[in-house]
């Protein structure tokens, strides 16, 4: 145990260790706080029973820099390790590969959970700059972020997923961005074809994070998306280490 | 310390170590010897528990490598081949953090910290970033971090490799001076390195072992093999040449003549030059030249690992 939170610690560190953190930490507010404005400037033009939160989350725009940071975010984590040769004198540490495997998917989460922080600030600032509530309830802020960290959760396992089968990191933030949005843009599919077959629509319903974020950020909490990404999320780790124990084996 | 029993790895259809066998015991250096691709690293990696072996066992300290993989490398210190460091981390940062992934305690990360800046000559560069150091400092911190943990074995993949040759000096006395503590396996190509710092040779061929002797050893074979050259006016060589070939221990003989002189390439497995300077005596050749080349261990290593499998 204390092995996986030196390995932990380590993997935070070099984030922060790395200009790329900042960069993509930076763009991310940048482009996050436009959003939000156009979310209340667009609450201002017209009468509407959404709120503010409703608004930013429930944004199609929200997703774009939202898809792209994971790739970016993961795409360094084994392959650098490869590439390096480091992987090498990881692994001929103590450490076993579950370890290795989980320490690298915590790392790239408390990142990820670093990145959004921020953006609670937002919410603040329009409380403070207005007078008035961003929400209506608190389960709304709740839902919201919740929802995040669970698509987050998914989304940056796929990472480690195709960080975990190449040592270059260009192939690995391609093919994680690839699987991200083919699961991303399946939802996309009812509002291309909205009159498609039911029992299909329910499928990609169950599947869609649009449709998610738009019930949790009202502060519904479905249960659900809760299993669905848990479970795809435990999938994808589980198929992750033995990728990672796989390579050593064939080589 | 080291048993490895029929260890064999195969990468397809090529095998890179073929059902290898021996044994180091405590407090030896080892030195692996052995052309490119002979599969010294193969070997090493699969004892430092990085490779899987196809087949075959070996133990470290009594764990076998791939059961009790995890006791095997706490006794373990590898250092692999071109030390392969993350660039972003200060020289301390990275061997307190290596020092804690191998299960230092706490308390005594700072004092091992000191230590292995200290025997490595590394505190001067103890906060700089890694990605910066030259070569030699980087073979270094590879060297302390194989130490951090006080493991039993150490298993140095060409420690020496790319380095000047003060650098070579140091890290060959730093070797030296680590038999109290460590037992110690390292390859490398430098085969005067193998007879300076190492009690024993293991040179590997094609994935097979072909010699496992002390440095001492293989000098008296070496001292008693060699070719003599001797050159003779003889009045009549070729009574001269059968009178050669009747000296013992001449293996074979080659001859090869320039106007009066004749010049014999002599192999031999002792060292004849007296018999032949008698005997030239005796029969009242004028000799102009008479010389031994002594075998080095470069040349055995050549002829080993050049022999062609039949």
Not at chain 1, 113 to 119: E, G, I
Not at chain 2, 16 to 35: D, R, S, T
Not at chain 2, 229 to 246: G, H, M, Y
Request: aromatic residues 12%; glycine residues 6%; proline residues 4%.
């Amino acid at each position: 145990m204390r092995r996986f939170f030196t390995l932990l610690k380590r993997e935070i560190r070099h984030y922060f260790h790395q200009p790329l953190a900042y960069i993509v930490l930076f763009c991310f507010l940048l482009i996050n706080g436009f959003i939000f404005q156009l979310g209340v400037g667009a609450l201002n033009r017209a009468v509407s029973q959404t709120t503010v939160i409703e608004a930013f989350f429930d944004s199609i725009l929200l997703w774009f820099p939202f898809l792209l940071t994971f790739p970016l975010v993961t795409m360094r984590l084994f392959s650098e390790e490869y590439k390096l040769g480091t992987i090498e004198t990881l692994m001929t540490a103590p450490v076993g590969d579950l370890a290795v495997v989980l320490s690298k998917y915590f790392g790239a989460l408390a990142f990820y959970l670093v990145l959004w922080v921020p953006t609670f600030l937002y919410f603040v600032i329009f409380h403070v700059v207005t007078g008035q509530a961003a929400a209506q309830s608190f389960s709304q802020y709740l839902g919201s972020y919740l929802l995040l960290l669970l698509v987050g959760m998914f989304y940056l396992s796929i990472g480690c997923l195709a960080s975990s089968l190449t040592s270059n990191q260009i192939v690995a933030a391609v093919v994680s961005f690839a699987l991200i949005c083919l699961m991303f843009f399946l939802s996309v599919v009812t509002f291309v074809f909205p009159s498609a077959d039911r029992f299909l629509g329910d499928i990609v319903y169950y599947f869609s994070t649009i449709e998610h974020m738009a019930d949790f950020s009202q502060g519904v909490f479905d249960s659900r998306p809760i299993v669905l990404y848990v479970s795809l999320t435990l999938f994808t780790l589980f198929l992750t280490f033995h990728i990672f124990q796989h390579r050593r084996w064939r080589s | 310390m080291i048993k490895v029993q029929n260890l064999t790895k195969r990468y397809g259809s090529v095998t890179a170590v073929n059902e290898i066998q021996f044994e180091v015991g405590k407090g030896e250096i080892v030195g692996f010897l052995g052309p490119n691709g002979a599969g010294k690293s193969t070997t090493m990696r699969m004892l430092s528990c990085y490779l899987p072996p196809t087949s075959g066992t070996a133990e470290i300290a009594g764990y076998d490598i791939f059961r009790d993989s995890l006791r095997a490398r706490e006794h373990i210190g590898y250092m692999p081949e071109n030390v392969p460091l993350p660039q972003d981390m200060r020289v301390d940062e990275y061997l307190r953090f290596r020092a804690a992934l191998k299960g230092v305690p706490g308390r005594r990360i700072k004092e091992r910290l000191a230590d292995v800046c200290e025997l490595c000559n590394l505190t001067d560069v103890s906060r700089k970033l890694i990605g910066a150091l030259s070569k030699g400092y980087r073979q270094r911190v590879g060297l302390a971090d194989a130490m951090i943990h006080e493991p039993e074995l150490l298993i140095l993949d060409e420690p020496t490799i790319g380095l000047d040759p003060n650098q070579i000096r140091q890290v060959r006395d730093l070797i030296r001076n680590l038999r109290r503590h460590h037992t110690i396996l390292l390859s490398t190509h430098i085969l005067s390195e193998v007879e300076m710092t190492c009690t024993r040779v293991i040179i590997i061929n094609k994935g097979r072992i072909e010699v496992s002797d002390t440095p001492e050893n293989l000098r008296s074979r070496l001292t008693k093999e060699g070719e003599i050259l001797f050159e003779v006016n003889a009045s009549d060589p070729a009574a001269a040449t059968a009178k050669i070939k009747t000296l013992p221990h001449v293996k074979s003989l080659n001859s090869h003549r320039t106007q009066d002189w004749t010049r014999y390439l002599i192999q031999a497995d002792e060292d004849l030059r007296e018999d032949l300077h008698n005997l030239a005596v005796r029969e009242n050749w004028r000799v102009r030249e008479l010389t031994r080349r002594v075998a080095t261990l470069e040349q055995i290593f050549a002829e080993i690992t050049h022999k062609e499998d039949i």
